[in-house]
């Protein structure tokens, strides 16, 4: 149990377009999802905390023009970078808990975004 | 604050070699302790979690255990396989301050036959 699906695995997409990632969590519901960014051989940066029918909450330096964070339903959560730039490629991995606060977190497997 | 410690990699072993990651951490209340496993390509799987003081947490031959006196959570295994080549992350969680992760840098292992 406890699967989070993340999609697209990999995208490539032209300087200037958006890119939307998807993060589902397929055998439970979750009010809260969290997007990480990581960099080649870096750890996981938080991006921001998914919070579902409310706004997300960005981590300092996140700029939430840029990275669009939509949770409108308790198993669906999604990430649009919008006017993507050659820095924005990255490797985006999404999580979410599947019990209470004391449960560990279930991660997506990742998404390869490489902007050209 | 809270935060973690992880020794740096990368880390490389011959098959069969005794692994230990080292993993210490600081937290301000009573947090619950976690190891995480990358493969290439893939996202974060939960290893192995223990919540409280003297809690072993074990799973495919990996443990660690959570030490309050030292404040550490290294991860151990007997005898490393090749297909144990992967980043290992150490988190802690403290939900009496909030509902945020905090990982360490990631340690590099890889297994050579």
């Known amino acids: 149990g406890a699967v989070v699906s993340q999609h697209p695995s990999r995208v490539i997409c032209k300087s200037g377009t958006s890119v939307k990632i998807e993060c589902r969590s397929l055998d439970f519901q979750a009010t809260t999802m969290f997007w990480y960014r990581q960099f080649p051989k870096k750890s996981l940066m938080l991006m921001a905390t998914?919070?579902?029918?409310?706004?997300?909450?960005?981590e300092q330096g996140v700029e939430k023009d840029k990275f669009l964070i939509n949770h409108a339903s308790l198993t669906l959560s999604t990430l649009t970078v919008t006017s993507a730039h050659p820095e924005d490629s990255s490797f985006y991995i999404c999580?979410?808990?599947?019990?209470?606060?004391?449960?560990?977190?279930?991660f997506g497997n990742g998404t390869r975004l490489t902007v050209t | 604050g809270n935060s973690v410690t992880q020794m740096e990699g990368p880390v490389t072993l011959s098959e069969e070699a005794f692994l230990t990651i080292n993993c210490t951490y600081t937290a301000t209340g009573y947090p619950s302790l976690f190891w995480y496993v990358q493969y290439p390509g893939e996202g974060l799987q939960l290893l192995l979690k223990a919540t409280k003081a003297d809690d072993k947490g074990s799973n495919k031959g990996f443990e660690a255990t959570y030490r309050k006196e030292t404040t550490s959570f290294h991860l151990e295994k007997g005898s490393v396989q090749v297909s144990d080549s992967a980043v290992y992350f150490c988190a802690l969680s403290d939900p009496r301050t909030g509902n945020q992760f905090y990982f360490g840098t990631g340690t590099s292992l890889t297994v050579i036959p």
């Open positions: 998914s919070n579902e029918g409310s706004k997300a909450t960005y």
């Open positions: 999580s979410a808990r599947a019990g209470d606060v004391y449960s560990p977190l279930h």
